[in-house]
C-alpha cells in the first residue's frame, strides 16, 4: 500500500486535512466552497530558493488539501497539491505555500453563491442547513423551501413537496400551492396545507371555505368535528363562512353547533327553519336569547313561528309584551309592532289582543283598533242569535272603555264599515254629532227614532227639531201623527216663525190645514197675548217718561227739602256734618268719605247711573259708527268685507235704552237727553 501522511489544521469552523501520498492523488465528493488562486508576486523568488535546494532525482510528494465544513457535516473544497512546506491562515482566508515557490490562497465564496451551487446540484437538505448556519433571514429560507417543494413535485414526492410548502406559510402566496394541488387525487395533500394554513390564521373566507369542501369531499368527519370544536381560543377561521360550507354540504348539525357555539342567531335559526324545519326549537332556543334579539327575532321570523306553532309563539309574544325579562329591569316591547304576525291567525290574535287589555290598560291605541275590527267582523259573519248578541255586547263594552272618547274616527269607520248600528249611534252621541244621529234615522227611515233623538238632544241643538220637521214634511206617507208631536215642540219653545212652519209644510202633498190648525190657532193667541204685553209695557214706559220730566221740571226750578233722618249707609240718625244729593239720599259725611267713590255722586245710584252713562255713550259711538259705515259700504268695491270688519268690531250687537216709541228715532233722542239731564241734576248738593 502507498505511504499516506496526514496534516489537520483548523480554520475558523473548518477543518484542513493534508494527505500526502507518493503515487496518485486521492479524490473525494465534495463541494467547492472556497476559491482558488495564486499569490503571483512570490512566486519567481520562492521558485528560485527550492530549487536550489532540491537536488537529488526523487519525484516530488504530492499532497491532498481536503476543507471540511463542520457545522453542516460536509467537505467544503478538496484538491491536490505538491510539497506544501506550509499553511497559514490570516485575513480571513488559507494561503498554501508550496515547495515550487508558489502561495496558494484559498477564499471562502458568499453564501449565495454557495447556495447556488448546492440548488444546481439538487442538494437542497445541504442547501437549508448551510441557510441555517448562516441565520439566512425569513424570506430567504422561505425561497429555499419553494424550491424544494417545486423539485419534490416536479419528481412526484407530493407528500413530501407539500411539507416544503407548509414551511413557506406566511412568505409565499397560497394560491401558488392551492393551485397545484386542486386535482382530486391531491386532496389530501391540500388538505393539509390547508389544515397548516389555519393554525397560523392566515386563512381567508375562500381558504376555510375550501377546506370545509375538503373535509366533506373525503367524508373526514374526524377531522371536521376537530376543526369545528376547537375552543374559542382557538378559531383560526372565519365561522359565518365555515356555517355557510356546512350548510350547502348538507352537515346541518355541525352548522347548527357552530352557530349556537359562537353566538350566531341568524344562521342557526335559518338553519332550523329552513333546513331541518324544526320549528319547536327554533322557538325554544329564541326564547333563551337576550330580549333585544328576541325582540328583533320575532318580528323577523314570526309570521312562520305562527302558522306551524301557534299556541306557543302567541304565548311567547305575550310574555314579551308583558314585562318580559325582570332581571333586565322589566322590559316589555309594543304589541302593536307584533300584530301583523297574526295576518292568518285571527283566533290567535284575538287570545293574544285580549291578554293585552286585560294585562295592560295602558296598551296602544292600535291594539285596541284592531281588537275592535276583530270583534266586528266576528260579530257580522256570526250567525247565532245568542252569540251574535254576545259577540255585540262584547263590541260595545270595548267602546264604553274610555279608549275611544277623543280618538273615535278610526272606530266610526269600523262599525259603519260592518253596519253596526248601535256601536255608530254611540259614537255619535260621546262626539256629539247630534246632526250626524238625525241624518243616521232619517237615512234608515227610522221615523220614532228621529222623535226620540229630537226629545234627547233637542236642549243641547235646538235645529234638530226644524230638521225633523223638514224631514216630515218631504215624506209623501201620512206622518201626521209626527208632525203634530214636531209642532208641539217646536211651539212649546218658540223655535220657528209660523210663516216659516206653513212654507216648510207647503212641499207635503198629504199635509192638511188640519194638521197645523191647532199650531196656528195656539200661536196666534199668543201673539195677542204678547201684543198686549207689550201695549202695557209701552204704557209703563210712557208713565215712566213724564214722570221723569216731572222730576227734572221740580228740580231745575223748585227748591228741594231734604228731610231724611237715617244715614243711607249705616241707617244711624243723621248729624251734622251730613251730605245731601238731589236723588233723595243723604249720608254722614265721615260715611260718605268712607264709600264715595267721588265727591259729586251719590254712592247708591253710581252704579245704576254709571250702566246708564255707559249705554248712552255706546249709543252716541255706535250712532257715528253707522254714519261711518254706510259711507264705507257705499264707496267700497267689496262690501261683504266691509260688513265682516264691523262685525269683528262689535257694531251691530245689540243695545238695549229705555224709551218712549223703539220706533221713534226722535223720541229716542229725545228720551237720552232726558236721562243726561236726569243724572247732571242729581249731582251732589250739601
Same mark, same amino acid.
Given at each position: ?49 527550492f530549487a536550489a535546494r532540491s537536488g ?242 320575532? @318580528?323577523?321570523?314570526?309570521? +312562520?313561528?305562527? &302558522? /306551524?306553532?301557534? $299556541?306557543?309563539?302567541? =304565548?311567547?309574544?305575550?310574555?314579551? !309584551? ?109 262626539? @256629539?254629532?247630534?246632526?250626524? +244621529?238625525?241624518? &243616521? /234615522?232619517?237615512? $234608515?227611515?227610522?221615523? =220614532?227614532?228621529?222623535?226620540?233623538? !229630537? ?175 254706510q259711507h264705507q259700504l257705499k264707496c ?16 251691530f250687537n245689540k243695545l238695549t235704552l ?29
Amino acid at each position: 500500500a502507498n505511504l499516506r501522511l496526514f496534516a489537520i489544521y483548523f480554520f475558523g469552523n473548518s477543518l484542513f486535512s493534508f494527505q500526502h501520498s507518493g503515487t496518485f492523488p486521492v479524490c473525494y465528493c465534495c463541494c467547492c466552497l472556497f476559491c482558488f488562486c495564486f499569490v503571483t508576486h512570490m512566486c519567481f523568488t520562492c521558485r528560485s530558493d527550492f530549487a536550489a535546494r532540491s537536488g537529488d532525482s526523487h519525484a516530488p510528494d504530492r499532497q491532498t488539501l481536503t476543507i471540511y465544513d463542520l457545522g453542516n457535516k460536509l467537505i467544503a473544497y478538496s484538491c491536490t497539491l505538491t510539497e506544501v512546506v506550509d499553511v497559514l491562515a490570516e485575513w480571513g482566508s488559507l494561503y498554501v505555500l508550496t515547495r515550487d515557490g508558489l502561495l496558494h490562497a484559498f477564499h471562502e465564496k458568499d453564501t449565495q453563491t454557495k447556495l447556488e451551487m448546492l440548488f444546481k446540484k439538487n442538494l437542497y437538505v445541504m442547501a437549508i442547513s448551510l441557510a441555517k448556519s448562516q441565520h439566512l433571514d425569513s424570506d430567504g429560507l422561505s425561497e429555499i423551501f419553494r424550491q424544494y417543494g417545486d423539485h419534490l413535485y416536479s419528481k412526484g414526492d407530493h407528500d413530501g413537496a407539500i411539507q416544503q410548502y407548509i414551511r413557506t406559510i406566511g412568505k409565499l402566496e397560497p394560491s401558488y400551492v392551492i393551485r397545484k394541488f386542486l386535482d382530486a387525487q391531491r386532496i389530501h395533500n391540500l388538505t393539509a396545507y390547508l389544515q397548516a394554513l389555519h393554525l397560523q390564521s392566515l386563512a381567508n373566507a375562500d381558504h376555510t371555505t375550501l377546506l370545509l369542501n375538503c373535509y366533506t369531499k373525503l367524508k373526514d368527519s374526524a377531522h371536521l368535528e376537530e376543526f369545528i370544536k376547537a375552543s374559542v381560543d382557538e378559531v383560526h377561521f372565519d365561522v359565518e363562512i365555515a356555517i355557510k360550507v356546512l350548510r350547502q354540504a348538507g352537515y346541518h348539525s355541525h352548522a347548527l353547533y357552530l352557530a349556537e357555539k359562537h353566538a350566531h342567531h341568524e344562521w342557526y335559526l335559518k338553519i332550523q327553519l329552513e333546513d331541518i324545519k324544526n320549528f319547536q326549537e327554533a322557538l325554544r332556543y329564541i326564547g333563551r336569547l337576550p330580549f333585544p334579539q328576541i325582540e328583533s327575532n320575532m @318580528k323577523c321570523y314570526g309570521k +312562520i313561528l305562527m &302558522y /306551524h306553532v301557534p $299556541n306557543e309563539t302567541t =304565548q311567547l309574544l305575550k310574555d314579551l !309584551c308583558t314585562n318580559f325579562a325582570q332581571h333586565e329591569g322589566g322590559k316589555k316591547a309594543n304589541p302593536e309592532e307584533f300584530i301583523p304576525i297574526f295576518a292568518n291567525n285571527p283566533c290567535e290574535l284575538k287570545n293574544f289582543l285580549e291578554h293585552m287589555i286585560q294585562v295592560q290598560n295602558d296598551s296602544p291605541q292600535g291594539v285596541y283598533d284592531t281588537l275592535l275590527e276583530l270583534r266586528l267582523q266576528n260579530w257580522a259573519h256570526e250567525r247565532d242569535p245568542q252569540a251574535r248578541q254576545q259577540l255585540q255586547n262584547d263590541v260595545m263594552t270595548l267602546l264604553k272603555s274610555g279608549r275611544f272618547k277623543n280618538v273615535f274616527d278610526k272606530a266610526l269607520v269600523l262599525c259603519q264599515m260592518h253596519n253596526f248600528q248601535k256601536g255608530v249611534l254611540y259614537l255619535y252621541e260621546q262626539g @256629539k254629532l247630534f246632526q250626524q +244621529i238625525m241624518h &243616521y /234615522h232619517m237615512q $234608515n227611515n227610522q221615523y =220614532q227614532e228621529v222623535i226620540e233623538a !229630537c226629545k234627547q238632544y233637542g236642549e243641547q241643538e235646538s235645529s234638530l227639531w226644524e230638521q225633523a220637521l223638514g224631514y216630515f214634511a218631504r215624506k209623501e206617507e201620512d206622518c201626521k201623527e209626527h208632525i203634530a208631536t214636531v209642532l208641539r215642540h217646536i211651539e212649546s219653545k218658540n223655535l220657528m216663525p209660523p210663516l216659516l212652519v206653513v212654507q216648510t209644510l207647503a212641499h207635503n202633498s198629504t199635509a192638511t190645514l188640519s194638521v197645523i190648525r191647532d199650531y196656528l190657532i195656539n200661536k196666534m193667541q199668543k201673539l195677542s197675548q204678547q201684543t198686549e204685553e207689550d201695549e202695557r209695557t209701552v204704557n209703563r214706559y210712557r208713565e215712566e217718561t213724564a214722570r221723569l220730566r216731572r222730576d227734572i221740571h221740580e228740580l231745575r226750578n223748585s227748591p228741594k227739602i231734604f228731610q231724611k233722618t237715617k244715614c243711607s249707609i249705616c241707617s244711624s240718625a243723621l248729624e251734622l256734618p251730613s251730605v245731601h244729593f238731589l236723588c233723595g239720599h243723604s249720608f254722614h259725611q265721615h260715611c260718605f268719605e268712607s264709600y264715595a267713590e267721588s265727591d259729586s255722586d251719590c254712592p247708591t245710584c253710581l252704579p245704576e247711573n254709571r250702566q246708564v252713562l255707559d249705554m248712552i255713550r255706546a249709543q252716541e259711538e255706535k250712532k257715528d259708527l253707522y254714519d261711518h259705515f254706510q259711507h264705507q259700504l257705499k264707496c267700497s268695491n267689496d262690501g261683504f268685507s266691509v260688513v265682516a270688519d264691523y262685525f269683528g268690531r262689535g257694531v251691530f250687537n245689540k243695545l238695549t235704552l229705555i224709551t218712549d216709541a223703539p220706533t221713534e228715532k226722535s223720541r229716542i233722542t229725545k228720551d237720552v237727553g232726558l236721562q243726561r239731564d236726569l243724572l247732571m241734576n242729581t249731582r251732589r248738593n250739601v
